[in-house]
């Protein structure tokens, strides 16, 4: 594994420090730094885009600035790039969450509450339904190949906390499921970007071989 300039994009919420600790831990090599700097963004071989909490205050933090808007949304077109949790329902056409919100349009569909989920799946469930949030570990069924599921088991056990889940309008994009209640989105790809609703750095020994094979990756599916 050869030197990488990775950037954990910082829009103030999200597990940063252990996001930086989880990709030095499997890259030691590369250079990893937590920044908003529009600079730092523009330079980056790669980018990891991790939030949690509310999705209005993350993207409030995100629109504060042209420059860092323009850097983070021209990565997003040429760079490898990882959302994690807020990070992939911002690649989204819009967010129910906090009053409705417009997301990057990046990919097709849309973010729901989980309350929500009947009314979407004309009341048809998946299995019966948990607590909310969604916290804790479940499974991901892998629907796709995609290099970021090397060496991960179909089926592999990951950690979740989300009270949103995305609902996809585009089979092609969907890299992986989950069930809790619905059958949700929790793997996305497209292109160069790949995005996941549970944290890598929070899932042991398969949210690290995510992390690496993220690395490894050159934006290539």
Same mark, same amino acid.
């Given at each position: 594994?050869?030197?990488?300039?990775?950037?954990?994009?910082?829009?103030?919420?999200?597990?940063?420090?252990?996001?930086?600790?989880?990709?030095?831990?499997?890259?030691?090599?590369?250079?990893?730094?937590?920044?908003?700097?529009?600079?730092?963004?523009?330079?980056?071989?790669?980018?990891?885009?991790?939030? /949690?909490?509310?999705?209005?205050?993350?993207?409030? /933090?995100?629109?504060?600035?042209?420059?860092?808007?323009?850097?983070?949304?021209?990565?997003?077109?040429?760079?490898?790039?990882?959302?994690?949790?807020?990070?992939?329902?911002?690649?989204?056409?819009?967010?129910?969450?906090?009053?409705?919100?417009?997301?990057?349009?990046?990919?097709?569909?849309?973010?729901?509450?989980?309350?929500?989920?009947?009314?979407?799946?004309?009341?048809?469930?998946?299995?019966?339904?948990?607590?909310?949030?969604?916290?804790?570990?479940?499974?991901?069924?892998?629907?796709?190949?995609?290099?970021?599921? /090397?060496?991960?088991?179909?089926?592999?056990?990951?950690?979740?906390?989300?009270?949103?889940?995305?609902?996809?309008?585009?089979?092609? /994009?969907?890299?992986?499921?989950?069930?809790?209640?619905?059958?949700?989105?929790?793997?996305?790809?497209?292109?160069?970007?790949?995005?996941?609703?549970?944290?890598?750095?929070?899932?042991?020994?398969?949210?690290?071989?995510?992390?690496?094979?993220?690395?490894?990756?050159?934006?290539?599916?």
């Amino acid at each position: 594994m050869g030197l990488h300039r990775v950037v954990i994009v910082d829009l103030g919420t999200g597990n940063l420090r252990s996001v930086s600790k989880a990709v030095s831990a499997v890259s030691p090599k590369s250079e990893v730094s937590v920044s908003a700097d529009p600079a730092a963004i523009s330079g980056a071989d790669r980018l990891i885009l991790p939030g /949690q909490g509310a999705i209005g205050t993350w993207l409030n /933090q995100f629109r504060q600035g042209p420059e860092l808007e323009e850097a983070v949304m021209r990565g997003l077109r040429d760079k490898p790039v990882l959302g994690i949790c807020l990070g992939l329902q911002a690649l989204y056409r819009h967010s129910s969450e906090s009053g409705g919100q417009p997301g990057f349009d990046l990919l097709a569909g849309r973010v729901r509450h989980f309350s929500e989920a009947e009314s979407d799946f004309g009341g048809v469930r998946a299995q019966s339904g948990g607590k909310i949030p969604h916290m804790g570990w479940n499974r991901v069924r892998h629907c796709k190949e995609h290099p970021l599921w /090397q060496d991960i088991p179909d089926g592999e056990r990951f950690y979740f906390v989300h009270s949103y889940y995305v609902h996809s309008e585009d089979p092609e /994009q969907v890299a992986g499921e989950t069930e809790y209640g619905i059958r949700f989105t929790s793997a996305a790809m497209r292109n160069n970007l790949f995005a996941v609703q549970f944290h890598p750095e929070k899932s042991q020994y398969a949210g690290l071989t995510l992390i690496k094979n993220f690395i490894n990756w050159n934006g290539d599916c």
